[in-house]
């Protein structure tokens, strides 16, 4: 093995310094302090005093213009110089000179041997994270196909299903359409009763209550309104659920829509290869999320999707068996009620009149007692505005009282009276102001009372006039059979 490197440097020549070896110098400087290696030690008892080290160092004639300059020029004449190495005594010993060699031979091979090593480790992870990618993408590209049969797998599913929910969004919607010619047919025949429905829920307040008449007409009403409301009822469930199947049916479509894109994506990405044209550099793309599902909750969506739309089809399915029933019943239940319900019109009209009297009696009574209690308030009112002054006496007084100098503010007889005073006064204040609150409750509760007895009377009234006018002015026919079954 070649060895590279330089001969030895006179020492007077100044070398370049090594990491391992101090500089070899006669200066002064290059000695004090310095910190030898591990292992090299000067040669003992060759030390020059520090006398020869400034001979030396002075004994190189320098050009300098002054006074001094004929002396130093003699002096550097009767000196040595450093050339002669005879006056020199080395630093190290031949020792430390082979420990020098050695330790950087031994580091020069160390590195060698370094380098090598990761060269060497180098090709191997570079050969096997070629083959680990390879691998990667390989599998990769396996689970994107994989990914692509089970989307096309749950395409054909939502398919099937989307064809069933539209076949019965359309069954449903023909019988909607039934029951709305039925109720439009049975409108006429359900006139009068209806309208005795409508214009006795337009009583107000109290008078909607289950009196005479309502208990007479309870069985009419209820079938009326039965009917209506049974029809009516199931009409808006038939609204409802086809809101519902198309609810379902727009899940279904979006749900399609997404796996039509998303398998679109998936091929694209299954045909991308590391010659494909439009791949590109993403940085930070691999930590980002954008997921909004794992495989469980992606497949699970989707059959829940399907279970959803299915249990909505079977819900319409029995909707419609339910409407047909109902199309053959409502028209047998109406006209048995009829007659009964008029013979207590009749009663509960006198039955009205009868309390509206009472209640005027009562309205005037309640009027009086609310003019004399609006006295009392006036009272009440002028007796707090007297006491204003008394206390504002006492309690300028005391204001007052406060500015006495220094050993003069005393809290002397006149100063308790006053106090006592103000409270007598504030006392009796709260007491006259709790007792004109009373009163004005008292006034609130009996104006309460007028106005209620008023809105009383409005509604007896309201009460005749419905019973005795409207109703009872349409109860002198109801429609014939046929009519209600809505065959005309």
């Given at each position: ?42 040669v ?21 213009q ?22 020199l ?113 337009k009583r ?10 309502e208990k ?20 808006d ?27 679109r ?15 590109s ?40 068996d339910e ?48 003019f004399?209690?609006e006295?009392?308030?006036d ?38 009276r ?24 008292t ?45 005309t």
């Open positions: 093995m070649e060895l590279l490197g330089s001969t030895l440097t006179a020492t007077y020549s100044r070398p370049k310094t090594s990491h391992f070896l101090p500089a070899i110098s006669t200066m002064a400087s290059s000695y004090r302090g310095t910190q030898l290696p591990h292992g090299l030690n000067p003992s008892g060759q030390w020059r005093s520090h006398s020869y080290p400034r001979q030396v160092s002075s004994a190189v004639p320098s050009i300098r002054g006074r001094d300059g004929t002396l130093d020029l003699v002096r550097s004449k009767t000196m040595y110089y450093p050339s002669n190495r005879t006056l005594s080395t630093r190290y010993t031949p020792d430390d000179w082979h420990k020098s060699n050695q330790f950087n031979y031994r580091e020069s091979e160390s590195s060698r041997n370094s380098a090598e090593r990761l060269r060497k480790d180098t090709l191997r992870l570079m050969q096997d994270r070629e083959q680990l990618t390879r691998r990667t993408q390989e599998y990769t590209s396996k689970n994107i196909g994989e990914r692509l049969n089970d989307i096309v797998f749950w395409r054909s599913e939502l398919n099937h299903e989307i064809d069933n929910m539209v076949t019965e969004i359309a069954a449903l919607a023909e019988v909607k359409r039934r029951l709305e010619r039925a109720m439009a047919e049975t409108e006429g025949p359900l006139q009068v009763s209806q309208e005795c429905l409508y214009h006795r829920e107000m307040s109290i008078d909607l209550v289950h009196d005479g008449v007479n007409l309870i069985k009419e009403v209820e079938v009326i309104k039965s009917c209506q409301e049974r029809m009516r009822r199931h009409l469930r038939a609204i409802a659920q086809l809101a519902s199947n198309r609810a379902a049916q727009h899940e279904l479509e979006r749900d399609l829509s997404d796996k039509v894109t998303a398998q994506i998936d091929d694209r990405c299954h045909h991308l290869r590391n010659s494909s044209d439009g791949i550099y993403y940085r930070g793309v691999d930590r980002l999320d954008p997921s909004l599902s794992l495989p469980e909750s992606w497949s699970k969506f989707t059959d829940d999707n399907i279970l959803q739309s299915q249990s909505e089809r079977a819900a319409s399915h029995k909707l419609r409407i047909e029933v109902l199309l053959n019943t409502t028209s047998n239940e109406m006209w048995s009620q009829f007659n009964n319900a008029n013979v207590a019109f009749t009663n509960r009209i006198s039955e009205t009149a009868d309390t509206k009297n009472s209640l005027q009696t009562h309205l005037a009574k309640t009027l009086q007692e609310i004399q209690t006295m009392l308030i009272s009440l009112k002028k007796a707090l505005r007297d006491k204003d002054n008394p206390l504002k006496v006492a309690q300028t007084r005391l204001e007052e009282r406060t500015r006495r100098p220094n050993v003069e503010l005393c809290r002397d007889n006149p100063h308790y006053l106090v006592g005073e103000v409270r007598e006064i504030e006392d009796t204040i709260q007491k006259l102001q709790d007792r004109l609150i009373e009163a004005e409750a006034l609130h509760t009996l104006v309460k009372t007028k106005v209620t007895l008023e809105h009383d009377l409005s509604v007896k009234a309201n009460s005749l006039f419905l019973d005795q006018e409207k109703c009872m002015g349409m109860r002198k026919s109801f429609p014939s059979t046929p009519r209600l079954v809505g065959y």
